[in-house]
């Protein structure tokens, strides 16, 4: 198969939180970044190719975000494609993003994610999150994402004896790697007594288990690998993605202890890549929640069913162990402005590979994984980045 | 270029109107009808990919759309992606489907497009309309997408002297078509008469220069070349697409009386397809309005400027005639159930060029065109279709 890979060769990155800015101001800050970060220069009419993914907040007063996009990145002309799969619409923006550019349609490619939640009301804010889960069983019955992500922990509890502290210290974890993040929402640690006190949400979750509500914007500007070295002497390859679907009400799922939808994308990317999971250096997983983390660990393959737990306690998932999961901080403390969130993974793994990332770097980091869930698993895309 | 093509080889479409089915019996109808049209058979499981176009009506209390379509066309597993990009999702949905074969991602994809737009209020209906045109200049002045067309047509009028009757020989035109069409909404004749007498709406545009508010869903099956005839003796190839980008307020470009984007879309399409406008037997414009289609013929190279409102005069783009336009009654009579109006002009195509359209059938229509515009120019997506 002759299909060339595609490569990031730049990306800019708002500041994530509770944000002055519009939409239209995010987007401007996280595309020109990403213009400006291309070290051999990038012409805006390179781009011939261009996808969003949003969920829609912003849209409540701006519509057609593609327009926008094209506006703002200076593309007229050029198509751009809005993409939505709930919290992992960026993460589904860049598969298609990347296939643009396996399948020849272009040679340079942007892709957006962009979310502005402060905007609407809490109630609106609440209806824009429940519509993605499941309307007939669970948010017209009341339950949120909070209360779904609460009964997946519960059963993991029962099912494993996965402890109180064990949620806690993925918390912990994340909010330490988000101190040396100069684009996290919260930049200062906490404790496993903190969070274990801190308001209950949804048994057992309490509010610093859960991720907060976030603005912000990230682009990255994508090259087919022949044209890459055009641009950067250090590109990031894709070397593959996987993604997956599943049923959208967890009651129709077989298991609550797991992410169908993340293994069935996770065994697309590996078998696509050629790839390990020894091979990985590092992950960037969808940690909406801290369950979620754990969840996401042994539906990856990086920990063996309900072992997610002891890795944690063992430290290899904190920066400077063996397998670092979320330096940048994760959706628990760098923010999840949910539309944003599957590029800012991205960014992440672009600053690392380059060994850009500063206080924050992965040492030696040649291989990385983004993993990023639509709903509470109804999709999921994992993406393997390389070096080389 | 070793890149195989894409074809369709199956197709399946609700009626269009004001229907009792929510939107997931209007899926169920779409993609089981597109599913038992596949003449040697297709299992659920041999399609790996599938893309919804969608605005969104329907999920205003049902979001997640692609988890939605994944459980009703029982591809739980494989990934399903939203595309949203007003009224020409579908079309760019189509597009990106046929780029995941293209890149081999899969051999075979499902393209749904879907509204229910009876469903929300007629103010949350406008709003959601609204949304998809510019909102700073446009929308909160008071303009909607009947009045942007207002203006785009009494320029038509000043520049070229575009006569009222012209405007009203395209709805009679279409409306003349759908009588064949057992899909359409409106399947009675009007004449030029009526239109003139009907209600003004927007001058100079009246009731029946403008499409209605529909709901329905298409559904269609793709495959790759070197797999189609596995599935159908006639598949339909796309021979390419192409798409553009525009401003989103009219007062932003530099013509009223032309569509940059479809321009553009057009030329990339032509371009890669290595066919001429002559070597086309029939188009399927986006005639939301019927100024549209006037300017949708000049745009895609069909009439020199300012001269289709003398092709339709001429009765060429009549059934019958040497070029037919929208002989499945177009936007304007069939309905426009905004997401899912780019699969049902390609679910068009695939009837006419299997030669399978009964009594509106274009005679030996071997290549046809398919135009989808989101907002009033803001996108535009053209594809290419050929029976060998």
Redesign the interface.
């Given at each position: 198969?002759?299909?060339r890979r595609a490569a990031i060769v730049g990306a800019g990155h708002t500041r994530f939180g509770a944000l002055a800015e519009g939409p239209r101001a995010l987007l401007r800050t996280a595309i020109s970044g990403a213009f400006a970060s291309v070290d051999k220069g990038l012409a805006p009419s390179d781009v011939r190719e261009a996808y969003v993914g949003t969920l829609?907040f912003s849209?409540?007063?701006?519509?057609?975000v593609?327009?926008?996009v094209?506006?703002e990145a200076g593309?007229?002309?050029?198509?751009?494609?809005?993409?939505?799969?709930?919290c992992a619409s960026a993460g589904?923006a860049l598969?298609?993003a990347v296939?643009?550019i396996?399948?020849?349609?272009t040679d340079v490619a942007l892709v957006v994610g962009l979310e502005k939640m402060t905007d609407p009301t809490p109630t609106r804010r609440r209806y824009?999150l429940?519509?993605?889960?499941d309307?007939e069983w669970e948010r017209l019955a009341g339950l949120t994402f909070a209360g779904v992500y609460a009964l997946l922990a519960s059963r993991h509890q029962h099912e494993y004896g996965t402890s109180r502290e064990a949620l806690a210290e993925v918390a912990v974890k994340n909010h330490a790697h988000a101190v040396a993040n100069p684009n996290a929402q919260f930049r200062k640690p906490v404790t496993v007594e903190q969070v274990l006190a801190s308001p209950r949400v949804a048994d057992p979750l309490r509010l610093l288990d859960c991720c907060p509500v976030s603005d912000g914007a990230v682009a990255l500007v994508l090259a087919g690998e022949d044209r890459a070295r055009a641009y950067t002497d250090t590109p990031v390859y894709v070397a593959a993605t996987g993604?997956?679907?599943?049923?959208?009400a967890v009651q129709?799922r077989p298991s609550l202890t797991s992410l169908?939808?993340t293994r069935?994308?996770a065994e697309e990317a590996f078998r696509r890549s050629g790839l390990e999971r020894r091979q990985i250096s590092f992950a960037e997983v969808h940690d909406c929640f801290t369950i979620a983390e754990l969840l996401a660990l042994e539906d990856l393959g990086f920990a063996a069913p309900g072992e997610a737990a002891a890795l944690t306690h063992s430290g290899a998932t904190r920066l400077g162990g063996a397998f670092p999961v979320n330096p940048d901080g994760g959706l628990k403390a760098k923010g999840h402005p949910i539309g944003a969130t599957g590029a800012s993974q991205a960014y992440e793994v672009f600053q690392q590979l380059r060994q850009a990332a500063g206080a924050r770097q992965v040492r030696g980091a040649e291989r990385a994984l983004t993993h990023n869930v639509?709903?509470s698993g109804?999709?999921a895309?994992v993406t393997i980045f390389s070096v080389a």
């Amino acid at each position: 198969m002759g299909r060339r890979r595609a490569a990031i060769v730049g990306a800019g990155h708002t500041r994530f939180g509770a944000l002055a800015e519009g939409p239209r101001a995010l987007l401007r800050t996280a595309i020109s970044g990403a213009f400006a970060s291309v070290d051999k220069g990038l012409a805006p009419s390179d781009v011939r190719e261009a996808y969003v993914g949003t969920l829609g907040f912003s849209g409540w007063q701006l519509g057609n975000v593609s327009a926008v996009v094209a506006e703002e990145a200076g593309l007229v002309s050029a198509p751009v494609t809005r993409v939505e799969n709930a919290c992992a619409s960026a993460g589904f923006a860049l598969r298609d993003a990347v296939r643009a550019i396996e399948s020849d349609a272009t040679d340079v490619a942007l892709v957006v994610g962009l979310e502005k939640m402060t905007d609407p009301t809490p109630t609106r804010r609440r209806y824009w999150l429940g519509v993605s889960g499941d309307t007939e069983w669970e948010r017209l019955a009341g339950l949120t994402f909070a209360g779904v992500y609460a009964l997946l922990a519960s059963r993991h509890q029962h099912e494993y004896g996965t402890s109180r502290e064990a949620l806690a210290e993925v918390a912990v974890k994340n909010h330490a790697h988000a101190v040396a993040n100069p684009n996290a929402q919260f930049r200062k640690p906490v404790t496993v007594e903190q969070v274990l006190a801190s308001p209950r949400v949804a048994d057992p979750l309490r509010l610093l288990d859960c991720c907060p509500v976030s603005d912000g914007a990230v682009a990255l500007v994508l090259a087919g690998e022949d044209r890459a070295r055009a641009y950067t002497d250090t590109p990031v390859y894709v070397a593959a993605t996987g993604a997956g679907s599943d049923y959208l009400a967890v009651q129709e799922r077989p298991s609550l202890t797991s992410l169908a939808a993340t293994r069935w994308a996770a065994e697309e990317a590996f078998r696509r890549s050629g790839l390990e999971r020894r091979q990985i250096s590092f992950a960037e997983v969808h940690d909406c929640f801290t369950i979620a983390e754990l969840l996401a660990l042994e539906d990856l393959g990086f920990a063996a069913p309900g072992e997610a737990a002891a890795l944690t306690h063992s430290g290899a998932t904190r920066l400077g162990g063996a397998f670092p999961v979320n330096p940048d901080g994760g959706l628990k403390a760098k923010g999840h402005p949910i539309g944003a969130t599957g590029a800012s993974q991205a960014y992440e793994v672009f600053q690392q590979l380059r060994q850009a990332a500063g206080a924050r770097q992965v040492r030696g980091a040649e291989r990385a994984l983004t993993h990023n869930v639509g709903g509470s698993g109804a999709s999921a895309t994992v993406t393997i980045f390389s070096v080389a």
